[in-house]
């Protein structure tokens, strides 16, 4: 685990490095295109087709030109210390041994900060990349691909050119070689992506090839619609959009992180329709141990003790009600529900189903209408039932978000986007 995080908070580094090697790539073909081209036209020979290549090569090339922009400005801050140190020499000037460096300190941030390796590598921190970590791979995947289709023109074009000489042979050369580098750069991407959508809670030793094909995914504790923030455009919680607002996805990933805890997906289950009714979603708080075992298996029927509305699974309609309903605490997950034959209870009515699996000949799911309505809780006999589920296991029992600084990886952002 811990070789594994420090790995992924490397990743910045593995950019930068990714695009140094894509700057001397481009540094040779530079300095092999402009001799060649100066030599054809000096004979009259100008080839627009191994010019055509050339501009497409460098458009798809964009990672090395910021490399060597940032470069240029280090080169440049530093012969500037150096002119100004030779005219401005004051040899009775007695510096403080903890003077820090204004040349180091900007050299460092141009090389080293994490906002400038992003910024090179162009894999940006837009606030809308926080809850949606499949659309910044999506984007990364579009720019790459489309990088590397520019570079394929391109070598054809340098293979293809009338040009007669070894020049445009060592063009294409080396434009095929710096296609390792976008290659390697969305193997990164993939890594960066299975990290956070693909994630797994420190507390699941199992096999990953054990989980239930009900499983959808686990989702980071630091992703919850709690903590998202009404003041970024595309972090914003659906429940900011007002009160009169209805969020017409039910997808349980989206309930998950862009919802509030009292957040109702559905209507109480007797309002509606028959065409919605069919399937329904369901807030359930479990230990983390069971939460994994489930995850691997299926969910087990509450067999034992004081059970209000007999025996089976319990679900709560909104993520703050499992809070006070559950027995165990340390992982919550989100369920669709099939509700199959449901009969409905009030408080007078519970006697008939309490402590009792006998009202399972004749139904598959007892719903408890409560006098305030945010508080209805239902009860499925048979796990069957349960088509699938999300899993947030809570941050005293996963410490693989902290590890791998997934809460913090956005709280360097400058300028709100890099």
């Not at 619609?225 to 007002?242: A, L, Q, Y």
């Not at 007999?310 to 679900?315: A, D, L, P, R």
Request: with cysteine.
């Amino acid at each position: 685990m811990c070789c594994c995080s420090c790995c992924y908070k490397r990743l910045p580094t593995w950019y930068i490095l990714l695009a140094i090697g894509e700057l001397i790539c481009g540094i040779i073909r530079l300095a092999t295109f402009f001799p060649l081209l100066s030599s054809l036209m000096n004979e009259e020979k100008a080839d627009a087709i191994i010019t055509t290549g050339f501009i497409l090569d460098w458009i798809g090339s964009l990672v090395p030109t910021f490399m060597g922009i940032i470069i240029g400005f280090v080169l440049l801050i530093v012969a500037l210390k150096i002119i100004y140190s030779l005219c401005c020499n004051d040899k009775n000037k007695v510096r403080p041994a903890d003077d820090p460096s204004v040349t180091l300190a900007c050299s460092k941030f141009l090389l080293c900060s994490r906002p400038m390796n992003r910024f090179v590598a162009l894999n940006c921190n837009f606030p809308c990349y926080i809850p949606r970590p499949r659309l910044r791979f999506i984007v990364r995947l579009v720019f790459l691909l489309f990088s590397i289709l520019l570079r394929i023109i391109a070598i054809i074009l340098y293979a293809t050119s009338k040009t007669n000489g070894s020049a445009k042979a060592l063009l294409a050369i080396i434009c095929t070689i710096s296609l390792i580098f976008p290659i390697l750069a969305i193997l990164l991407d993939i890594y960066q992506y299975r990290i956070w959508w693909h994630y797994r809670p420190s507390c699941d030793k199992a096999p990953r090839q054990t989980l239930s094909r009900k499983h959808v995914r686990y989702i980071p504790y630091h992703l919850v619609g709690n903590n998202r923030n009404d003041m970024h455009m595309g972090n914003k919680p659906c429940d900011s959009m007002g009160p009169n607002f209805k969020c017409p996805k039910r997808s349980l990933e989206h309930l998950i992180i862009f919802h509030l805890d009292d957040y109702k997906p559905q209507e109480r289950w007797g309002l509606l329709s028959p065409n919605e009714a069919t399937t329904y979603v369901g807030f359930h708080r479990t230990t983390a141990e069971s939460a994994v075992a489930i995850a691997h298996s299926d969910f087990r029927q509450s067999m034992k003790g004081s059970q209000m509305l007999g025996f089976g699974v319990y679900f709560a309609r909104s993520i703050a009600r499992t809070e006070g309903k559950a027995r165990f605490a340390g992982a919550l997950i989100c369920a669709e529900i099939r509700m199959g034959r449901v009969k409905e209870v009030t408080f007078d009515q519970l006697y008939t189903v309490r402590n009792s699996n006998a009202w399972w000949t004749d139904y598959d799911t007892v719903y408890y209408n409560h006098k305030e309505d945010d508080r209805d809780e239902f009860c499925v006999k048979d796990p069957a039932q349960i088509l699938k589920w999300v899993i947030v296991v809570d941050e005293a029992h996963d410490t693989k978000v902290n590890q791998y600084g997934l809460d913090a990886e956005f709280e360097d952002t400058f300028c709100h986007c890099i």
